[in-house]
């Protein structure tokens, strides 16, 4: 285990790492630095163009027991959708339950096969409605696991006025950008195109997508994923193209998903 992956009170110091976790005595902010440190090494070589040592790091984090912990503790804990269950019907709210799969995740995972997701509808300000697809609790802490090792190495690449669904960017982040090239008497920029891309994650390219990747180290769960199919009022329908949206692991998505654009999913100029 990596001396950065050495989290107080669970595994490494105190214990043997296939001990099942006590959740009340995890050292959260020790786990988080782990995390974040180790995400912050993926970007700088990301950045430097060192690729090989990229995907020593990726591998390092999708085998990360601090990421394995932060990753459950989001989707079955921090996320507002950790009381909505997939097709499974399972949720993990119960301190026993996050433990479990905790230990699950990082001791025996390697032979599961991603589940289908559970098709969902959601109002729109405009008055139609959202598809969302819900994948099961073991599908969301994997895909927030496997979004840690990969969205430092396109944080790296993805332009720098892109704000979509970014870490610690957001809307206000955009509109500040806006109001900063289109203000004064001399403003460079004199309008703004405002645009939807119709249903884009509904035909985002799986084979496009999978190069983009190139030799990520979790490709083939997220190939996985892609092709799960999605259940519609007890019907099962195959995913040939496109993403479903929703989940614990959203973000992660629309990294890779972003991906097939060059990272421009909110570009201004």
């Avoid at 790091?57 to 932060?70: E, G, H």
């Avoid at 949720?91 to 032979?111: C, I, M």
């Avoid at 991603?114 to 729109?124: H, M, S, T």
Wanted: hydrophobic fraction near 40%; include cysteine; aromatic fraction near 6%.
């Amino acid at each position: 285990m990596d001396k950065l992956d050495i989290v107080p009170g669970q595994g490494g110091m105190n214990g043997p790492e296939d001990e099942l976790v006590d959740w009340s005595q995890v050292d959260w902010d020790a786990a988080e630095s782990n995390v974040k440190r180790l995400r912050q090494r993926i970007f700088t070589a990301s950045q430097a163009g060192d690729l090989a040592k990229v995907r020593n790091l990726q591998k390092l984090m999708l085998r990360s027991r601090s990421n394995t912990l932060v990753s459950v503790r989001r989707v079955a804990q921090l996320n507002a959708g950790r009381k909505t269950a997939g097709i499974d019907s399972k949720t993990a709210l119960l301190p026993q339950q996050k433990a479990e799969l905790v230990d699950w995740v990082q001791q025996h995972a390697q032979s599961w096969t991603a589940r289908a997701v559970k098709r969902v509808f959601i109002p729109k300000a405009n008055g139609k409605q959202r598809p969302l697809g819900i994948p099961v609790m073991a599908d969301r802490a994997l895909q927030a696991r496997v979004a840690n090792a990969l969205e430092p190495e396109w944080e790296a690449r993805f332009e720098s006025r892109s704000y979509g669904f970014r870490p610690g960017r957001g809307c206000h982040d955009a509109i500040e950008a806006v109001f900063a090239v289109t203000k004064g008497k001399r403003a460079k920029r004199a309008w703004i195109l405002d645009a939807d891309v119709a249903a884009a994650f509904d035909h985002i390219d799986h084979d496009h997508l999978l190069a983009q990747l190139g030799m990520f180290p979790a490709r083939g769960m997220i190939a996985g994923w892609l092709k799960a199919g999605v259940i519609d009022r007890g019907r099962f329908a195959p995913t040939e193209e496109g993403a479903p949206q929703g989940g614990g692991a959203t973000r992660g998505r629309t990294v890779v998903s972003g991906c097939t654009k060059g990272g421009s999913m909110l570009s201004m100029v």
